[in-house]
């Protein structure tokens, strides 16, 4: 028998970078690097990602067959140098801070990437959106489909069209820099006093608060938009290509005012520009994916690139699209990259064969490609924090678990692998009751510490998805934005009616209002008892119990903090916050029993709160 070939992906150096590791073409481990360091979308050479792939798959660098880098370096470096020299002199600040680190570190990557392994063999790079691209179809569960990506940048594409066929993709068109939707978008995040790169969901959830005032003027002054989805963006409105910030006083005369700063109050204009902003892109979007099926005349596509963690454009993708089947990359921003690049290197280098499962299902094993932890293991961490815990075998602990739901107390679930990509999927989630009109508000301000009017998605058994939500498939990654169903919509009043921005928020709007937005739309994750067999059993037995089918999920963090990594993570988010229980693995934790939390400084003034 052969010996098995082995394949690294990394991204690293933007934001969120993170290591895959494949071996013979299936995915073994994915993770990304600000789960280990705690440092939010941490950009560093992933260095404890890889650790951890090596170690998930039972291999040394020196047993890798090829490592493959998401993106090209030197034309990235070039299209940097190409937009500073064309913007002189106003470039120069910008181009004396991002210079010497390029030539520092990012130009002589093969040297970094070899010193850091300890790794002599081959090393292989990818255009961005390539990866972008592979990460969308290869997991895909397609034999054949459309490739649409979307993001702010890569060396020079900002979004693309391809097909995937077999084990084959082929990129057919690109958008170009500086005509970027990531970057159109995440000018109104900056505007809108949120943290670029992070916060554009931010962005999206305000979006229904507000009103689309704004529509026609960024049609009009900002964008020219085409019948195909391509577009030109009205450069003196913008200042990404010269300075050091996302928009121009242009832009600030054009909408009358300066940036909102970061952490002053939330305003009806805030709501308008997130609106209008948001209808901009799913417009964007569809015009793209209707020119992808134009191309292709493929009945399937599949998205990836940041601009496809836009969940509520997938849904109207899904829904107004000429799709028949829709498939979006968990990992979809740059972390996914690190996937995209391995995938290529095994079906495109090696000549590796792709399998795809007749039933239907991805090969992303759920996204649950992240580290776990035995039993033993954790109650020996357990143990050396001082933490009072009960041991349960499994069918207890879900049963307890689900009467603390039931009881509507908020419950810490860290159980199996950590999740690849963005969303808690259940296995590092904070978990509560969807009947409760109350639950979103204490989640938000007492456990999340974070702005009220954030929604929450929903979990719901994968067999009951259509009970709850106007949709009429699985939606395993939260991806998708659909309607709450009308039967289970709760009328509102004259009064409720006429309410405007924030004033919506406490106002239920169906059986479920902890997850239910305002334009009664929801987030929505399903899940089944093949790839998350002890989630599902939880959601069961707590529909067993209350006759819902669905829970609030949310991840296992706090603002300003990556999701949890270890049980020593979630042990100490579960004390810094007002959640009741936890449970980790087999144990079971109640708030009222564990040693007085005492830290010698206030954590939340160290997190970089965004």
Not at 56 to 65: H, K, N, R
Not at 150 to 159: L, S
């Amino acid at each position: 028998m052969a010996a098995a070939r082995h394949i690294l992906g990394i991204s690293a150096f933007y934001h969120d970078s993170a290591a895959c590791l494949l071996r013979d073409g299936e995915i073994v481990a994915a993770a990304q690097e600000e789960r280990f360091t705690r440092k939010k979308a941490d950009a560093s050479f992933p260095e404890r990602a890889i650790e951890y792939c090596l170690a998930e798959g039972g291999i040394q660098a020196s047993d890798l067959s090829c490592v493959g880098f998401y993106d090209k370096p030197l034309l990235k470096f070039e299209r940097i140098l190409e937009t500073y020299f064309g913007v002189v002199p106003a470039g120069l600040r910008s181009f004396l801070m991002a210079g010497p680190l390029w030539i520092k570190d990012k130009l002589y990557m093969d040297r970094q990437l070899r010193r850091a392994l300890g790794y002599d063999g081959d090393v292989l790079y990818a255009e961005h959106h390539e990866s972008h691209a592979a990460s969308a179809f290869f997991p895909s569960p397609f034999e054949e489909a459309a490739i649409l990506t979307m993001d702010g940048v890569g060396e020079w594409a900002t979004a693309s069209i391809g097909r995937g066929e077999g084990s084959q993709i082929e990129i057919i068109k690109e958008l170009r820099w500086p005509d970027s939707l990531g970057l159109l978008y995440s000018a109104f995040t900056y505007y809108t006093g949120v943290k670029v790169n992070s916060g554009e969901y931010k962005v999206m959830g305000l979006a229904p608060y507000g009103e689309p005032k704004y529509v026609d003027t960024i049609l009009e002054k900002l964008i020219d938009l085409r019948p195909d989805g391509s577009f030109r963006l009205e450069q003196k409105y913008f200042n990404y290509l010269s300075g050091l910030t996302m928009t121009s006083r242009a832009f600030d005369e054009l909408f009358g005012a300066p940036p909102r700063k970061p952490e002053s109050p939330v305003t009806q204009r805030e709501m308008d520009l997130a609106r209008s902003v948001q209808d901009v892109c799913e417009e964007i979007m569809l015009r793209m994916a209707r020119t992808a099926h134009e191309i292709t005349d493929s009945e399937n596509l599949c998205l990836a690139g940041g601009v496809a963690l836009n969940c509520v454009g997938n849904g109207r993708i899904l829904r107004e699209g000429p799709f028949k089947n829709v498939w979006v990359q968990p990992a979809a921003g740059d972390a996914g990259g690190a996937l995209g690049v391995a995938s290529l290197i095994w079906h495109r280098h090696l000549e590796g064969a792709r399998h795809v499962n007749g039933s239907g299902r991805d090969s992303m094993k759920g996204a649950y490609l992240g580290p776990s932890f035995e039993p033993d293991d954790i109650q020996e961490r357990l143990d050396a924090l001082g933490a009072v815990y009960t041991r349960l075998d499994r069918d207890e602990l879900i049963d307890r678990a689900a009467d603390v739901l039931a009881s509507e107390k908020v419950l810490g679930w860290f159980n199996g692998r950590m999740e690849f990509g963005p969303r808690a999927l259940g296995g590092r989630s904070i978990l509560g009751d969807p009947r409760s009109p109350k639950m979103q508000k204490i989640m938000n301000l007492k456990i999340k510490f974070r702005e009220s009017f954030r929604p929450f998605a929903p979990t719901v058994l994968a067999e009951r998805v259509s009970d709850y939500f106007e949709i009429d498939r699985e939606s395993p990654y939260m991806l998708l934005v659909a309607p709450v169903r009308e039967d289970r919509r709760i009328a509102l009043s004259d009064e409720q009616k006429g309410l405007f921005g924030i004033d919506k928020l406490n106002v239920p709007r169906s059986d479920i209002p902890a997850v239910t937005h305002v334009n009664y739309s929801a987030r929505i994750q399903s899940v089944n008892a093949v790839d998350n067999p002890d989630y599902h059993a939880l959601i069961k037995a707590f529909e067993t119990k209350t006759g819902c089918g669905v829970v609030v999920n949310t991840s296992f963090n706090v603002r300003g903090e990556p999701i949890v990594c270890t049980p020593e993570d979630a042990y100490t988010c579960f004390m810094r916050t007002n959640m009741d229980y936890l449970a980790v693995g087999p144990f079971l934790l109640d708030k009222e029993d564990q040693p007085e939390w005492v830290e010698e400084t206030d954590w939340r003034d160290e997190i970089a709160l965004d």
